[in-house]
């Protein structure tokens, strides 16, 4: 199945560091969604966008929707190690209810 | 408030076998969404059910099947299992429409 290509596969920041990475579609989307997972856990929903060019925060983690509509990024100001985990991008098509076409993550460790 | 739940955590099956996984969804849910998630990839899309009907369907053959009960819990079943089903299973509810899905811890299913 489809997935949409994330970069960097995997990071190794300082504490304190900000870390950027984005994510790549072929298909135009209408809801850009990221998501972190802990090991043994589901995916967490971060941010939710739903307009090309929207830039939204939570907390430490800025997330923008492509003004294409076929790319987003985030950025985590200050890193911390409890950031340490996958980071997921995930599309939806507009009619697609909930049905979400995840990346392949990047995987992020954060050294205290 | 109890959040998604599912069962059981583990499970071993070998090829040719059938498995089911069972969900809860979160309290005042009505959406459960099916989800395969393979070693170091992001979730793949099975499929979703609302009212107790298939709603959407990702790209996986018939030998994936599912079913919702008046409550809203969820089984998804596969019929005879290959090592290439085995993954990390993960249930999402959504209240309809809604962007935020909760995702339960998965079921982990090695298939000898």
């Known amino acids: 199945g489809q997935q949409l290509n994330q970069s960097p596969q995997s990071m190794f920041i300082q504490e304190g560091e900000d870390v950027s990475m984005n994510c790549t579609s072929s298909s135009i989307f209408n809801t850009w969604l990221w998501y972190k997972q802990d090991p043994g856990e589901g995916p967490v929903l971060l941010i939710a966008l739903y307009k090309a060019g929207e830039l939204t925060s939570n907390g430490r983690l800025t997330a923008q929707f492509g003004i294409t509509r076929k790319d987003s990024f985030l950025n985590i100001s200050a890193s911390i190690p409890s950031d340490v985990g996958i980071y997921f991008c995930?599309?939806?098509?507009?009619?697609?209810?909930?049905?979400?076409?995840f990346g392949t993550g990047t995987k992020l460790q954060v050294i205290p | 408030d109890a959040g998604v739940t599912q069962s059981p955590t583990h499970l071993i099956k070998t090829r040719g076998q059938q498995v089911t996984l069972r969900c809860s969804p979160k309290?005042?849910?009505?959406?459960v969404s099916w989800y395969q998630q393979a070693l170091g990839q992001g979730p793949q899309f099975i499929f979703q059910y609302y009212e107790e009907e298939e709603r959407q369907r990702g790209n996986f053959p018939d030998r994936f099947s599912g079913h919702q009960f008046p409550n809203y819990s969820s089984e998804l079943n596969v019929n005879a299992l290959l090592l290439g089903d085995s993954a990390l299973y993960l249930c999402a509810s959504s209240w309809d429409y809604q962007e935020t899905q909760y995702f339960g811890p998965g079921t982990r299913l090695l298939v000898l």
């Open positions: 309290s005042g849910h009505d959406t």
């Open positions: 995930a599309g939806r098509y507009s009619g697609g209810y909930q049905k979400v076409t």
